[in-house]
């Protein structure tokens, strides 16, 4: 999950398609309009011999704050290597306190940094 995470941040859409099972893969993918990613959190994960499932949070900016997308993704193992079948998502928007860590990934406070 971490490396397809990294592929949307970079756009690297060949890395993407090729991650992704063909079973459920679409015909193309764009991410012209993609938003600015920043960080991401696991939330939980399950693994068998082939398939698993994460849970995860990614962090993007939205105008002068802050968005999220939240999905409970399936993975399945083919010849030893892992490939996203599908994910169930929602997205809203994230309003961090002011001395909670900021979204950017900078470490600092909320109220130190974008505030």
């Known amino acids: 999950m971490r490396s397809r995470y990294s592929a949307f941040v970079l756009g690297l859409v060949d890395y993407l398609v090729a991650t992704w099972h063909s ?57 030893g290597r892992w490939y996203y079948l599908k994910g169930n998502t929602s997205e809203g928007l994230l309003k961090p306190g002011r001395n909670e860590p900021c979204p950017c990934g900078s470490g600092k406070k909320h109220k130190a940094c974008c505030l």
Not at 49 to 62: E, K, L, P, W
């Open 23 to 79: 079973s459920t893969r679409p015909e193309t993918l764009s991410l012209e309009n993609s938003p600015d990613w920043t960080s991401l959190r696991i939330l939980g994960s399950a693994m068998s011999d082939h398939s698993g499932t994460v849970h995860f949070q990614a962090i993007y900016r939205a105008g002068k704050g802050w968005g999220y997308l939240e999905e409970h993704s399936d993975f399945v193992k083919v010849d």
